[in-house]
């Protein structure tokens, strides 16, 4: 089994490497993708890749704004939604968090909720000018929550429905990033099933909530088998990373996370850093973690991270 450590740097490199192999992929439908065997960084000859432009091994605005996240809870040592959504905005316009500061990917609702900030809205606010904005804008961000967490699982839970209404403020949006905040711990713990001891806790911290509970059980539904299309849906890219999680090892799971085509990187993203979370950062394969750009933007956050881990 891995140690803690190794856990803490496969979750988030993990995390990137998926978002990285997803970027030349998105957009495109199951059917066009290529086998699993020529899903790399650098898709095969022929391939109408989404990005030509961006170099392989490239993250996209899910690994910027992750690392957005990470550094503003190092930072301030707690979760500061003013300083969070202010390293959002700088990511948005200045390219803070990206590779070589390229933005060339922004969802639509995030957009929003950012220029609404910009002008002046509260950010607990801004997430909700989406009303039926259910994008996965803000679960492909929240893993490294767990990985800096210390508290209460009803502590995490909280911060991770703070954290989404930045940007993303419906209530499945919400209980979306909860659920896989408790997922995550769980894998941290190496407890044999983490996805139903997930579910159990969530249920049990619900019980004073009717309109959440109402939502994990009849909108994300989590007893149902693994299932998923990998669309930009928050409820299906959360089931599309419990069904590539299925697939084996982490090169296997984030493969089997892009071959479901739609939305490539957030689903590989999303997947990856659990799988990296799960088997440590001896799993992701060397091959990747070398050609993952951006070493420079997330190497240091990674062993502040480390150092204040017990």
């Not at 495109?28 to 086998?35: N, R």
């Not at 049990?204 to 539904?221: C, H, N």
């Not at 996370?257 to 440590?280: K, P």
Request: proline share 6%.
């Amino acid at each position: 089994m891995p140690t803690k450590s190794e856990q803490i740097k496969g979750g988030l490199v993990g995390l990137l490497v998926g978002d990285a192999l997803g970027v030349p992929y998105e957009f495109h439908s199951p059917e066009a993708i290529p086998p699993l065997e020529a899903i790399e960084f650098t898709p095969p000859a022929g391939f109408h890749r989404t990005y030509p432009g961006i170099p392989a091994g490239t993250w996209s605005d899910d690994g910027a704004q992750a690392l957005c996240l990470l550094a503003s809870l190092l930072a301030c040592d707690s979760l500061n939604l003013k300083d969070l959504s202010q390293r959002f905005l700088n990511w948005y316009e200045n390219g803070y968090m990206a590779v070589e500061n390229h933005v060339f990917d922004v969802g639509n609702q995030t957009s929003r909720a950012l220029n609404a900030i910009r002008a002046g809205m509260p950010p607990l606010e801004a997430g909700m000018l989406g009303k039926n904005a259910k994008g996965n804008g803000s679960l492909m961000r929240v893993l490294p929550l767990v990985l800096w967490h210390r508290g209460t699982d009803a502590e995490l839970v909280e911060a991770a429905h703070l954290q989404s209404r930045v940007t993303h403020g419906q209530i499945t949006c919400q209980v979306c990033c909860a659920l896989y905040c408790l997922w995550a711990k769980r894998i941290l713990e190496q407890v044999a099933n983490p996805w139903q001891a997930a579910v159990s806790t969530l249920r049990q911290l619900y019980l004073s909530d009717l309109l959440y509970a109402v939502d994990l059980e009849e909108t994300i539904r989590p007893d149902q088998p693994p299932h998923g299309t990998g669309t930009g849906y928050v409820v299906d890219c959360l089931h599309s990373a419990r069904l590539a999680l299925e697939a084996g090892s982490y090169e296997q799971v984030v493969k089997a996370a892009v071959a479901l085509g739609n939305d490539t990187d957030t689903t590989a993203c999303v997947a990856g850093g659990l799988a990296g979370l799960r088997d440590g950062i001896e799993a992701i394969p060397d091959r990747w973690q070398q050609q993952l750009r951006g070493k420079a933007l997330f190497e240091p956050l990674l062993q502040k991270l480390l150092i204040k881990s017990p």
